[in-house]
């Protein structure tokens, strides 16, 4: 709908820049740099080589989402940003462009979470998340539940990671294995020839004494890495396929496990699943088996949408806008720690609407594909 908020989302706060451009809940344009070719050889992301990436990738991405999308800057209704968590650099780089942009076209400016945008992405491919909605996030950085009873305001954490979050540990294993890096699709990719069940790998804090939603998995990190190293040193040969089938099944068993009983006791017969893992095709089947069985309805978003981009940031700038909520000011910085209590960054001097622009001057709007 034409009355919909047209909403740009910038998103830099790891190793992607991403552009998109939302009217509503309807995606126009997804735009992604990524640099990950560029850390591949360092075994993980390096934040110095991200943000100059990011720096490099920017403009020409905004070009291009503006361009995919077939609207003109200054029609947009206002501009998101992932204001944190996240590489405190990375993230700096996004919010500068942002708040120049912003201050340029004379619009409201959203400095968002990236944890909240991860969920809000959803409403792009399944519709308004309903209310309450339980969010299992899992990502390099992140193992999450969190309950969201108003994605602009109101997010609350139930569990998170204690140590390895779930993306990390398959990074490192996919290291120890010899199988490059990013982790995340090279063991999905592996995993589907092996058996899940050869190898009994433990499954973290899951005994009766145990945190009911945290998550640790350095413990299962460290239990795959000896018994490769232990195969290795007797000289015989690593069953990789075996070792990824199963080790992926640890990951994936108590992810759902817990996301599971985390909606039954919370009394939620939702759960959005998010972040970067959730494009992992065994957590696919094994949530959609266990919440099938619980009557719980599973909402996952497509994998281009569930690794970071722009189109999440500008689906909950966009949430802001249609919600009233009041925008950032012009001094919103990084915080690579944002808590996901935090679904944005208001103003202080703006309680209610969109922030007031009358001081700005469209400077330079002809240069900025207007």
């Given at each position: 709908?034409?009355?919909?908020?047209?909403?740009?989302?910038?998103?830099?706060?790891?190793?992607?820049?991403?552009?998109?451009?939302?009217?509503?809940?309807?995606?126009?344009?997804?735009?992604?740099?990524?640099?990950?070719?560029?850390?591949?050889?360092?075994?993980?992301?390096?934040?110095?080589?991200?943000?100059?990436?990011h720096l490099e990738a920017m403009v020409p991405t905004i070009e291009r989402a503006l361009k995919e999308a077939g609207v003109g800057a200054k029609d947009l209704d206002g501009i998101a940003v992932t204001a944190g968590p996240g590489l405190a650099g990375a993230l700096l780089v996004g919010v500068s462009a942002a708040k120049a942009y912003a201050y340029a076209l004379g619009k409201p400016l959203y400095g968002v979470n990236h944890l909240a945008s991860h969920i809000c992405v959803d409403q792009l491919e399944h519709g308004p998340l309903p209310e309450p909605t339980m969010a299992l996030l899992v990502s390099g950085g992140h193992s999450s539940l969190l309950l969201s009873e108003d994605i602009t305001a109101d997010v609350r954490p139930m569990?998170?990671?204690?140590?390895?979050?779930?993306?990390?540990?398959?990074?490192?294993?996919?290291?120890?294995?010899?199988?490059?890096?990013?982790?995340?699709?090279?063991?999905?990719?592996?995993?589907?020839?092996?058996?899940?069940?050869?190898?009994?790998?433990p499954r973290g804090l899951t005994g009766p004494r145990d945190a009911a939603y945290d998550f640790s998995f350095s413990g299962l990190k460290t239990a795959v890495a000896r018994w490769i190293e232990a195969k290795r040193a007797a000289g015989e040969e690593v069953p990789v396929r075996?070792?990824?089938?199963?080790?992926?099944?640890?990951?994936?068993?108590?992810?759902?496990?817990?996301?599971?009983?985390?909606?039954?006791?919370?009394?939620?017969?939702?759960?959005?699943?998010?972040?970067?893992?959730?494009?992992?095709?065994?957590?696919?089947?094994?949530?959609?088996?266990?919440?099938?069985?619980?009557?719980?309805?599973?909402?996952?978003?497509?994998?281009?949408?569930?690794?970071d981009n722009g189109a999440m940031v500008a689906a909950l700038g966009a949430e802001m806008v249609a919600r009233g909520r009041a925008a950032s000011d012009w001094d919103l910085s990084a915080d690579s720690s944002?808590?996901?209590?935090?679904?944005?960054?208001?103003?202080?001097?703006?309680?209610?609407?969109?922030?007031?622009?009358?001081?700005?001057?469209?400077?330079?709007e002809e240069n900025l594909y207007s």
């Open positions: 709908m034409a009355d919909e908020p047209l909403v740009l989302g910038i998103e830099t706060s790891c190793d992607e820049t991403g552009v998109g451009i939302v009217r509503g809940t309807t995606l126009l344009a997804d735009a992604v740099a990524s640099s990950v070719d560029e850390h591949a050889r360092f075994g993980g992301v390096v934040p110095e080589v991200a943000s100059r990436a569990g998170a990671t204690i140590d390895d979050a779930a993306g990390e540990a398959f990074d490192k294993i996919a290291r120890v294995l010899d199988l490059g890096f990013p982790g995340g699709p090279v063991i999905d990719r592996y995993a589907r020839e092996g058996d899940p069940e050869a190898i009994a790998f075996d070792v990824a089938a199963s080790f992926q099944e640890a990951v994936v068993d108590v992810l759902t496990r817990k996301a599971v009983r985390a909606c039954r006791d919370a009394g939620v017969d939702h759960l959005m699943i998010g972040g970067g893992v959730a494009a992992n095709s065994r957590l696919r089947v094994l949530a959609q088996e266990r919440c099938e069985a619980a009557g719980i309805r599973l909402r996952v978003p497509r994998p281009k949408l569930c690794t944002l808590p996901v209590t935090d679904p944005h960054v208001p103003g202080r001097a703006h309680a209610h609407g969109a922030q007031s622009h009358d001081h700005v001057h469209e400077v330079g």
